[in-house]
Nanobody, 119 residues
């Protein structure tokens, strides 16, 4: 059974930094792309950043220049370095992994980790 386990959330003051980590377990296959999504209370889940197995990245406009996504050497790990945090970054952050096999895409989600930024 594939599991994504996140860590690194917490409470930080505005302007501070946090680093989120996500590790994939239970998969014998490489995950093609991994990413971070977030969901604030009363809002829809939104993409924060993602990265492909070839290290191509994309970011939402709201975090460009402040957040950096990267993958570990094992490729089945992903990190999100969050700098210059703002109160509006407060949300539950979810790790997402996708594996493509032929025409089928398998999507996996972590359980979420809370990030709270105080003003």
């Amino acid at each position: 059974q594939v599991q994504l386990v996140e860590s690194g959330g917490g409470l930080v003051q505005a302007g501070g930094s946090l680093r989120l980590s996500c590790a994939v377990s239970g998969s014998f296959f490489s995950i093609n792309s991994m990413g971070w999504f977030r969901q604030a209370p009363g809002k829809q889940r939104e993409l924060v950043a993602d990265i492909t197995s070839g290290s191509s990245t994309q970011y939402s406009d709201s975090v460009k220049g402040r957040f950096t996504i990267s993958r570990g050497d094992a490729k089945n790990t992903v990190y999100l370095q969050m700098d210059s945090l703002k109160p509006e970054d407060t949300a539950v952050y979810y790790c997402r992994g996708e594996r493509v096999s032929g025409r089928t895409a398998y999507v996996y989600w972590g359980q979420g980790t809370q990030v709270t930024v105080s003003s």
